[in-house]
């Protein structure tokens, strides 16, 4: 799978997931610990993200990581 492809495709489970639970982006963010604009930018498959981000992530929405794979 071609890697612009895959951001795209993860940073739309993690905007699904996000929406699914009705959490705003900003308070996601902030639980999560990452700056919004990044987070809209992995939202977007527009950046790459560390693992421990996506975990952070993961974690406030209470799923595992694999899920956004």
Known sequence: ?????????????????R????IPIN???????IDMSNLSFLERGERNCHILSLKSIADVLDM???EFL
Do not use: T, W, Y
């Open 19 to 22: 929406k699914a639970k009705k």
């Open 27 to 33: 308070v996601l963010a902030d639980l999560s610990k």
């Open 1 to 17: 799978m071609e890697n612009d492809i895959f951001l795209k495709e993860m940073g739309q489970k993690i905007r699904d997931a």
């Open 64 to 66: 595992d990581v694999k």
